[in-house]
């Protein structure tokens, strides 16, 4: 199982972009995914932030942080997982990662780290006021 993200970059506040993330070598269709990220210089030990998942059913939590600035989507064909953002803030500024798990239900509350066991390397997003 891999998942690669891309589409990070250096932007100005708001901006917009769009992260993409490939899924590959998953044997099941019952695959729940999710975006989260990690501030610059974050504590070690904390986890990273949720920002939300989506279900194999397509059913999404958002984190309440994301305010409709946030949007996922997925490509089930081309197995591509979307996080467009808008209005980007400084604050926004981190390395961003998709994570997945296989389940037949997952899970009903918002993204946390520890429901996933799969990750990509993150792509780094900067945004300049």
């Known amino acids: 199982e891999q998942l690669v993200e891309y589409g990070g970059g250096s932007v100005q506040a708001g901006e917009s972009l769009r992260l993409s993330c490939r899924a590959s070598?998953?044997?099941?269709?019952?695959?729940?995914m999710g975006w989260f990220r990690q501030a610059p210089g974050q504590a070690p030990g904390k986890e990273r932030e949720g920002i939300v998942s989506i279900g194999h059913n397509g059913v999404t939590r958002y984190a309440d942080f994301t305010k409709g600035r946030f949007d996922i989507s997925q490509d089930k064909i081309e197995n591509i997982l979307y996080l467009n953002i808008l209005n980007l803030k400084p604050e926004d500024t981190g390395m961003y990662y998709c994570?997945?798990?296989?389940?037949?239900?997952?899970?009903?509350?918002?993204?946390?780290?520890?429901?996933?066991?799969?990750w990509g390397r993150g792509t780094q997003v900067i945004v300049s006021s």
């Open positions: 070598g998953f044997m099941t269709k019952n695959v729940c």
């Open positions: 994570a997945a798990y296989e389940a037949v239900v997952c899970v009903s509350w918002k993204p946390r780290e520890r429901d996933f066991e799969y």
